[in-house]
């Protein structure tokens, strides 16, 4: 596999596994992708090949046979150099949301036709959140909502959080946030939390539906 990136498909269902596969090889260039049909054999994966100095992506089903994959998610999420991206039949509120307040980066619906899919993760590329448009009308009707508004006013965010908020709606992770604004990765941390606190959000794709609904993308 080439030294810049690592890709692991969770999927129990062969043949679009082997789909999932040959897509994301193909948009991320790499000549092999992990591949794991349950919990048990996603979490063996990551133990035996995941180096965390490298950038990982990771497809991951939510109805898997040993459990739900935001289990495996939420172990990501404690990866700062991983991004997991559910793949699932499930466009309900609740999954949707427990997925992103596990860890989510983005939310692909199998609905969707492999091309389409293939496109969300190009959008990676370019710094887009990888959400399916039916998730993405969900989660902007959620902010409509009086039960989805903003714990804190927009006032509430310093200068700074506000940059910080900036560059993660557009994608970057905290390494990379942190070395644009020339400071600390765990300051970068910080900030993070305290603009999901403020914002009442639990996602990074929360916070680029955020930024972008404030003028800041």
């Not at 596969?21 to 990551?46: C, M, P």
């Not at 495996?72 to 699932?88: E, F, H, P």
């Not at 998730?135 to 508004?149: D, G, V, Y």
């Amino acid at each position: 596999m080439p030294d810049d990136r690592q890709l692991l498909i969770v999927e129990d269902i062969a043949q679009l596994r082997e789909a999932l596969a040959e897509r994301a090889a193909a948009v991320f260039g790499v000549s092999q992708v992990g591949e794991a049909d349950s919990l048990a054999a996603a979490n063996a994966w990551l133990d035996r090949h995941r180096q965390v100095e490298l950038p990982l992506v990771a497809l991951v089903d939510l109805g898997l046979p040993d459990g739900s994959g935001d289990r495996l998610i939420a172990r990501l999420a404690g990866d700062g150099n991983a991004v997991a991206i559910v793949t699932t039949i499930f466009e309900d509120d609740g999954n949707v949301m427990r997925a992103l307040g596990a860890g989510a980066q983005g939310y692909l619906l199998k609905s969707e036709d492999m091309a389409g899919i293939e496109e969300r993760l190009r959008g990676l590329e370019r710094g887009e959140v990888a959400v399916s448009p039916k998730i993405a009308r969900l989660l902007l009707e959620r902010f409509r909502t009086p039960a989805a508004t903003m714990a804190e006013p927009e006032a509430a965010l310093t200068a700074r959080e506000t940059e910080v908020l900036r560059i993660i709606g557009r994608g970057l992770t905290i390494p990379e946030t942190a070395e644009a604004l020339a400071i600390g990765a765990q300051t970068v941390s910080t900030h993070v939390k305290n603009i999901y606190r403020k914002l009442n959000i639990a996602s990074r794709a929360e916070a680029a539906i955020e930024a972008a609904r404030r003028g800041l993308l």
